[in-house]
């Protein structure tokens, strides 16, 4: 039984720095001399988040209070993270139709107010929700749509994220990419001494080496699994570790060994007070009773068991169910109960694990995986030689036979013409060969830059980090030094794989131009919250086609563009529209800052490189600016 996928926000062990109780009475101390709605709001909040560990009713208690003085707010920040809230909850109590109508509002609200670190972050959650669900497919999906947010950002989010991903791929039975992932996460958190997320990381790798019958190694993740979650007091995965351990003992033929982690696994989910959590317990000791052929027992319990978990619709626990009654009907010689009982495991397995759900969550995670693009580029640049060599084989053949027919009738004019397919022919293979030329270089300059200054870089990053966290006390003014280094390279990365992304595309689709300019967006609302960025891009242009050179320059000019106006306008507002008319693209970036008098202004290497630029794919760009009244630059590309 698989369990404890990471909940974003649930990972921080909060418990360190003060025990439970003594944190939650001072809450409802503040609570009582509360003198304002929003601050009613967040202690209600915080109330929320120390009980989901101790008591998840009295969690949902002041999770359902927060949320009504958060409505009364009208403030959709404060609406979200109650509804996020609500969702961590319904997650542990295994509510899953309630979790994800929660997070689902989260993240509409987030994206009211352009909140995209906290929709990745609801993204992350609505995944553990599908993935409770066996419903791999969209949650391997926002998995992976947050990794590649936070990647760089987060690397905290990101690392418990792919741990996240290593659990749906456990489930599927791909243990190599599932242990792949829990050991980056595992490394990445024991790094950090990140006790949370350890509990649950080696639980899972714990869960993998039983998959695997390897119960010494299971053993041993589980024991690492279990110091982490009491110094976290993670009562939910100290349960869920004396189940595991109890099955282990069952599995021993220890059954006094099991009874004892049951007992503690009943006690610490009698004071949760989850319904499902218990009936879970439930189902691990009824192969006790197996063992012990006390089948009337088992079959009772199991038949309990079947009916909450049909309730709540948790199809990963009745897979389990209806496979031990399979067993139970068996043994007493009931035919037609067990063929009853076999059926609904296997129809519901099947279900759950079917091969275009294993084919299609494998598609999603190899999207994520850059190796493949290189691949396919490779496959690629062989199809274009081998057309490129049909073609000239068919042309000197054509070419041939036009010498051979027009030398039976005038071979005077045979002497001229031949001259002059002969030097068309030369000059229209030496033109193929300087393209493919030109193609080999741009690949294997694409590929050093990716492979040599791409690790390099990356070194740098790694460097400046190692250099900032080895040394504590290192002056604050190197310390700040060396953060600007790291970002300036950071930057520098994302700036050179544009290049590289441009490179190596002969054609770029307009949905993946739009997806880069709203990242770059992002990432420039996110350093300058007090503008207010808006982008606009007609959907009549999905399925227009740009050339790589098109693509990166009018990327580049409208990146330069909005830097211009965020360095030197002094903008409030910053507006970016896209569309089309007749024949033209046209995009304007338009601005409500300080404007400039064009006619006395010097030109500089911006404005003048926007202009080349443009005109390097036969487009025009006009500059429109008054002072105090804005500036607005307007591109016309052909399509």
């Known amino acids: 039984m698989r369990k404890l996928f990471y909940i974003v926000f649930l990972s921080t062990c909060l418990v360190y720095a003060q025990n439970f109780q003594q944190e939650i009475a001072s809450?409802?101390?503040?609570?009582?001399?509360?003198?304002?709605i929003?601050?009613?709001?967040?202690?209600?909040?915080?109330?929320?988040?120390?009980?989901?560990?101790?008591?998840?009713?009295?969690?949902l208690v002041y999770g359902n209070k927060a949320l009504i003085f958060a409505q009364k707010t009208k403030k959709p920040i404060l609406i979200a993270q109650c509804y996020s809230n609500l969702g961590g909850v319904y997650l542990r109590k295994e509510d899953f139709k309630k979790s994800e109508e929660a997070y689902k509002k989260t993240i509409q609200l987030?994206?009211?107010?352009?909140?995209?670190e906290g929709v990745a972050k609801a993204k992350i959650n609505l995944g553990n929700v599908y993935a409770s669900k066996q419903n791999y497919i969209p949650a391997t999906k926002y998995f992976i749509e947050a990794i590649a947010y936070f990647e760089n950002k987060n690397d905290t989010i990101a690392s418990l994220t792919k741990g996240n991903l290593g659990l749906i791929f456990m489930e599927m039975k791909n243990y190599s990419k599932a242990?792949?992932?829990?050991?980056?996460?595992?490394?990445?958190?024991?790094?950090?001494?990140?006790?949370?997320?350890?509990?649950?990381?080696?639980?899972?790798?714990?869960d993998a080496s039983i998959d695997q019958k390897d119960t010494l190694?299971?053993?041993?993740?589980?024991?690492?699994s279990l110091k982490n979650c009491k110094d976290c007091r993670d009562n939910l995965g100290i349960s869920t570790l004396n189940q595991r351990l109890g099955d282990l003992h069952n599995a021993q033929g220890n059954s006094?060994?099991?009874?004892?982690?049951?007992?503690i696994a009943d006690k610490l989910l009698k004071e949760l007070n989850s319904e499902v959590e218990k009936t879970n317990l439930q189902l691990s000791k009824s192969q006790e009773l197996i063992n012990k052929k006390q089948y009337d027992e088992a079959k009772k319990l199991l038949l309990q068991i079947k009916k909450v978990h049909q309730e709540y619709g948790s199809d990963r626990y009745l897979v389990e169910t209806y496979k031990k009654l399979t067993w139970i009907y068996l043994h007493q010689n009931n035919k037609d109960s067990t063929a009853y009982y076999f059926n609904k495991y296997t129809i519901l397995k099947d279900e759950k694990l079917k091969a275009t759900v294993l084919k299609q969550t494998s598609e999603l995670e190899t999207k994520y995986q850059t190796v493949q693009k290189e691949k396919l580029l490779l496959k690629k640049e062989a199809e274009n030689k081998a057309k490129t060599n049909t073609i000239a084989g068919l042309s000197m053949l054509a070419i041939f036979i036009t010498i051979i027919s027009v030398l039976l009738y005038r071979q005077q004019t045979l002497k001229n013409t031949q001259q002059k397919q002969e030097f068309d022919l030369k000059e229209a293979i030496a033109h193929i060969e300087t393209q493919n030329k030109l193609q080999e270089q741009r690949l294997a300059i694409s590929r050093d830059l990716h492979d040599n200054i791409g690790?390099?870089?990356?070194?740098?990053?790694?460097?400046?980090?190692?250099?900032?966290f080895g040394f504590p006390n290192i002056d604050s003014a190197i310390k700040n030094h060396l953060t600007k280094i790291s970002d300036f390279t950071k930057t520098t990365m994302v700036e050179l794989r544009d290049t590289i992304w441009a490179m190596n595309s002969q054609e770029i689709s307009f949905d993946d131009l739009s997806a880069r300019i709203y990242n770059f967006i992002e990432k420039a609302q996110s350093v300058k919250q007090n503008i207010v960025f808006k982008l606009d891009i007609s959907t009549e242009l999905k399925?227009?086609?740009?050339?790589?050179?098109?693509?990166?320059?009018l990327y580049r000019t409208i990146q330069e563009a909005t830097n211009n106006a965020i360095k030197y306008a002094q903008a409030n507002h910053i507006n970016i529209t896209i569309g089309s008319v007749q024949e033209k693209l046209v995009i304007r970036i338009t601005d409500d800052g300080l404007g400039f008098d064009i006619e006395q202004a010097n030109l500089g290497n911006g404005l003048l490189n926007m202009k080349k630029r443009i005109e390097e794919i036969q487009g025009d760009i006009s500059i429109k600016s008054q002072l105090n009244k804005g500036t607005q630059i307007e591109i016309n590309l052909p399509k």
Request: charged letters at 20%.
């Open 256 to 263: 006094a060994n099991a009874a004892q982690c049951f007992a």
């Open 38 to 59: 929003e601050k009613t709001t967040q202690l209600y909040s915080d109330l929320t988040w120390n009980y989901i560990d101790v008591s998840l009713d009295s969690a």
């Open 110 to 116: 987030r994206q009211t107010t352009k909140d995209f």
């Open 455 to 468: 690790s390099q870089l990356t070194f740098i990053i790694s460097s400046v980090e190692n250099l900032k």
């Open 217 to 224: 190694k299971a053993l041993k993740y589980y024991t690492e």
């Open 179 to 206: 242990i792949k992932y829990l050991e980056e996460s595992t490394f990445f958190l024991k790094k950090s001494n990140m006790k949370q997320g350890l509990c649950h990381t080696y639980l899972s790798l714990g």
């Open 543 to 553: 399925q227009t086609k740009l050339s790589s050179l098109q693509g990166i320059n």
């Open 27 to 36: 809450l409802k101390h503040k609570l009582k001399s509360s003198s304002s």
